[in-house]
């Protein structure tokens, strides 16, 4: 957070996982992070997932997602930016007429629909991640380091009383 020139002092991290281990969304839960201004914060701010992509050797999607007004997503590799789109929504030739369908399919290709497509989700699923329960760790209190899935217990109760695993 530093690194983007915020101070931790009133800041936390929500870590949401969704559908399993392959999607995990991390965000900054501070003041400078929320509405609109929040989403053209997250257009220029990217160090949380840069480092991530660096420490866990996985690639990193960044986005920013404003309804009136943009949506963006930036790719990491190995702590460099290796992908990416911007989408301003006055600059978009929609559909011609009030086809529901063919905006749907237009926005399929937008920078949302693109990385949804990549995690195998649809886009409204993206779009809902940040309604789905999370865990709040809070930066200003010291924690040991423990694994991921600890942060999650309910989830975790959930899977081993899945049917694949009661056999």
């Not at 839960?29 to 929320?34: K, L, N, S, V």
């Not at 840069?50 to 007004?69: K, M």
């Amino acid at each position: 957070m530093e690194e983007d020139g915020q101070g931790g002092s009133d800041a936390g991290l929500l870590v949401t996982v969704l559908g399993g281990p392959r999607i995990v969304r991390f965000a900054w839960d501070a003041p400078f992070t929320y509405g609109r201004a929040g989403a053209r914060w997250y257009l220029t701010h990217h160090s949380l997932a840069r480092r991530l992509s660096e420490h866990l050797g996985v690639t990193v999607h960044a986005y920013a997602f404003d309804p009136d007004e943009v949506e963006q997503v930036v790719a990491y590799a190995n702590g460099r930016r290796v992908g990416g789109e911007l989408l301003r929504y006055d600059e978009v030739e929609l559909p011609e007429g009030d086809d529901d369908d063919a905006f749907l399919r237009a926005q399929a290709s937008w920078p949302l629909g693109h990385v949804s497509r990549v995690l195998g989700i649809e886009r409204g699923e993206l779009l809902r991640i940040p309604r789905n329960a999370s865990a709040l760790i809070d930066l200003r209190r010291a924690m040991q380091p423990q694994p991921l899935w600890q942060l999650f217990p309910d989830r975790v109760r959930q899977l081993r009383e899945h049917a694949l695993y009661a056999q």
